[in-house]
């Protein structure tokens, strides 16, 4: 029996057979794959990877939905549903409880959280493998966004100094059950490797992105005013009179080191 879906839940259920498989096939779990899916709703993506992985550990807030699931997994792989809201699940204790090096993540997002789970994903990157998610187009295009774009922003700043985002394909409403009001896409994230990643504090990186886009019609003189002054923005190789929207991530790291005077 299918649930009525929920909306406060952010459930929208994939239907369409041939995205499903598309999905999936981006994915390509293999047998000794630890593969964690956020919200995997009725199993619309978890049986076929709990399938190709034979085993697969599920985050779902809906109580409502897991006696289903669990019942559906029966004789397909074992599946271990933790019942929680996936911004409170450690992803590097999940990781090191079972002696993994690295997870692999997936899921089919409630759009109503995706930028906070985005964060909380970032924050375990050292964890994970790749990531695999449907989101929102719009999210997509400002997760990938280049520096000029109208919509690179924090986000994209944010992520592409933490991994590659690579928007794979679109996927239209009729897709899912009841069809979202929004386009969706899929992403590949995948986390730098240590030697790749920025060395400058994640705190100062995180203040100085989020006030040159608090204000982004202002020039960084103004922006970052509170932060850095002009004799600094120089220093760190930036025009003071340029905008955050022209900025490379790799600006905003310089300007970061440039608050602790590193
Ligand atoms: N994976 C299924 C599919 O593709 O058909 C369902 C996707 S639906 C868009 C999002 C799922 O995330 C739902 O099952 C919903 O109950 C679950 N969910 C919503 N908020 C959540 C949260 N904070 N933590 C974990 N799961 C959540």
Redesign the pocket.
Known sequence: MNARP?KS??????HDRRYIERIVSAIAPHADDFVV??????G???LPLLAAAGRLTA????TD?IPALQARAAGVGALHIIH????KVNFSALAHSHGVPRLRVA?????Y?SSPILFHCVEHFAAIADLHF?LQREVVERMAAAPGSKVYGRLSVMLQLACRVEPLFEVPPEAFRPPPKVDSAVVRLLPLAAHERHDAPAADVHAVVKAAFGQRRKTLANALKPLLDSDAIRRADVDPKARAETLAPADFVRLAKMCTGV
């Open positions: 929920k839940f952010g459930q929208h259920f994939l899916e956020i919200g995997p709703g009725e619309a993506l978890t985050i779902e807030l809906d939905l929680a809201d996936v911004l899921g089919n997002l409630p759009y959280i449907m």
